[in-house]
């Protein structure tokens, strides 16, 4: 049973950072892919930061050079981050950890959304 359980985020004034963790298990992590989205209220969910499994990393245009996408591997958990810095109002949204068996970038291509998904963790971002 795939579960991914986001925590880090909070409240913080434009320009601070943040760093947003997920613990996933549950699956054979080593095969899938993984990402964050967010969705912001009345916006439709965008994928923010990819990771596949051959490591390959892939960002939003609005974030590049602020976020940073990275896993780390543990015994019977992946642990997927997400650093934020220069953090914007704009940012603000609920953000979600996601997995699939298949590569992000082929599901962002065809326009198909993870199969799973972790239950979200807000982030305010304050001018």
């Known amino acids: 049973q795939v579960q991914l359980v986001e925590s880090g985020g909070g409240s913080v004034q434009a320009g601070g950072s943040l760093r947003l963790s997920c613990a996933a298990s549950?699956?054979?992590?080593?095969?899938?892919?993984m990402a964050w989205f967010r969705q912001a209220p009345g916006k439709e969910r965008e994928g923010v930061a990819v990771?596949?499994?051959?490591?390959?990393?892939?960002?939003a245009d609005s974030v590049k050079g602020r976020f940073t996408i990275s896993q780390d591997n543990a015994k019977n958990t992946l642990y997927l981050y997400l650093q934020m810095s220069s953090l914007k109002p704009e940012d603000t949204a609920m953000y979600y950890c996601?997995?699939?068996?298949?590569?992000?970038?082929?599901?962002?291509?065809?326009?198909?959304?993870?199969?799973?998904w972790g239950q979200g963790t807000q982030v305010t971002v304050s001018s």
């Open positions: 996601a997995a699939d068996y298949r590569s992000m970038t082929y599901l962002q291509a065809v326009g198909v959304m993870p199969n799973y």
């Open positions: 990771i596949d499994s051959n490591g390959r990393t892939r960002y």
């Open positions: 549950g699956f054979a992590y080593s095969t899938y892919s």
